[in-house]
Structures are given as structure tokens and as C-alpha cells.
């Protein structure tokens, strides 16, 4: 009876050994995957169409990294995080940013991609977005990324954007769940995708009550709108700290 007993205790504690030896290695290795940040978008648009776009400054950035998130093989800088880093370094809040800057507010936040961007439009109901993924430590464009096409397909077109940014990092395809959530959020009507991006431009503005209200008044239309969901999820457990 002992020694079955000595046989346990030393199963058990090898047993506990090797699970954190394997916690330990996941930690490592998740501390190693790339963290990349995303920079509010400039409003390049001319014309009437331009303060109806502009929620797109927080949007379009705010649903690439939604997009890359997906992907287990690296982790994303939190929005309010940036925030605070572009208040401090007093940049443009409009988008207007340049690869010299983006890489050093990337040092700040310990990314090693940053990506900003523009998007601009027809004033006919066409829109082109432009994608450039700045490396940090050197602070040169490694990767562009653009898509143009109908308002009406802006989801799909910042789908196209962040799947091929993921393709340019080697990231691994998605797990199935992955693939079908991102083809439900990337068949989002321009409507939806709007009042999400409207939702965020609130959000950044400091504005966390219209934002809830927003997100709200989309899920009722749309109630499997992911990115809604999830966003309504975290600004709820934020006020609840």
C-alpha cells in the first residue's frame, strides 16, 4: 500500500511538471508572435462624400485588425492602448500619419507591424482603400495591401485587405470557425459595416454611451454581427471595472 502510494505521488507529481513545462512553453511561445497595431485611416475623400466617410478613419483600421485577430499566430495592439499613445505623441488624429512616425508610435507600444492607411472615393459610390503595414524596426513599407469597388461591398473590400496582409505574413489559414466568421462579417451590408465604424468613431471620441447604443441598435437589425457583438461585450466589461 506504500509504495502504490509513493507510485501516485510520483506520477502525479511528474504529471504536474510536465503540464507547466507545456503552460511555460505556451507562454513563451505566445509572447513571441508578432503584435501588430493599426493606425486610424486618412479621409482622402473630396467632396460631399467626405463627413459622411469620415467614421471610416476608426473603422476601417479597427475591422483589419478584427480580421487578423482571428488568426492564433499573432496578437493585436488594444484600440485604447494606441489612443493613448497618439493623445501623448499629439499626432494627427485624422489619419494623417507618415512611416517615421507610425514606426516610432509602434516602439511605444512594443508592435513590430504597424499599418496605416488612406481611402478615398468617386463621390458615384465607389471607394478604393490603400493598406501600407510599416516594419518597426526598420520603418519601411514591407507590405501594401488595396481594394476598390461599390460602397455597397466596403465589408468585402476590407475582407480582401486584411486576408491578403495575413497572406504577406505567412500567417496559417483559419480553423474552419475562422473562415465562416470572417465570411459572415465580410457579407455585412455597407449599412452595418458603417454604423459599426460609427460605433468605434464614438468609442475613440470618448463618446462610450452613443457607442453602446449604436452597437445596440445594430445588433437588433443584425444579431450575428460579430464584431458588434464582441465590442459591446468588451465596453460593458470595461465599465464594469
Not at 88 to 107: W, Y
Not at 175 to 190: F, M, N, V, W
Request: hydrophobic share 40%.
Amino acid at each position: 500500500m506504500q509504495r502504490r502510494r509513493s507510485i501516485f505521488f510520483e506520477t502525479a507529481t511528474i504529471l504536474a511538471m510536465l503540464t507547466a513545462s507545456a503552460v511555460g512553453l505556451s507562454a513563451q511561445q505566445h509572447e513571441s508572435w508578432p503584435v501588430v497595431g493599426a493606425l486610424p485611416f486618412a479621409n482622402s475623400v473630396v467632396g460631399d462624400e467626405h463627413d459622411a466617410l469620415n467614421p471610416l478613419i476608426s473603422g476601417v483600421p479597427e475591422l483589419i485588425l478584427i480580421e487578423l485577430a482571428r488568426n492564433p499566430g499573432i496578437r493585436t495592439v488594444e484600440p485604447a492602448r494606441l489612443r493613448r499613445v497618439l493623445t501623448s505623441q499629439k499626432l494627427d488624429p485624422q489619419g494623417r500619419i507618415d512611416d517615421e512616425a507610425a514606426s516610432h508610435v509602434g516602439r511605444i507600444l512594443g508592435a513590430q507591424w504597424v499599418i496605416r492607411g488612406n481611402f478615398t472615393g468617386d463621390g458615384r459610390g465607389a471607394i478604393r482603400i490603400a493598406a501600407y503595414m510599416v516594419d518597426v524596426a526598420t520603418g519601411q513599407v514591407e507590405h501594401t495591401a488595396s481594394a476598390e469597388g461599390k460602397q455597397a461591398n466596403l465589408a468585402g473590400l476590407i475582407g480582401q485587405i486584411s486576408e491578403h496582409l495575413a497572406h504577406d505574413m505567412r500567417l496559417a489559414e483559419l480553423p474552419k470557425d475562422g473562415r465562416r466568421a470572417r465570411e459572415l462579417t465580410q457579407k455585412a451590408s455597407y449599412q452595418t459595416t458603417l454604423l459599426f465604424a460609427r460605433a468605434i468613431e464614438a468609442r475613440d471620441a470618448g463618446r462610450v454611451q452613443q457607442a453602446i447604443s449604436m452597437l445596440q441598435q445594430l445588433l437588433a437589425n443584425e444579431p450575428e454581427y460579430e464584431p458588434a457583438r464582441n465590442e459591446l461585450t468588451r465596453l460593458h466589461s470595461d465599465r464594469g471595472r
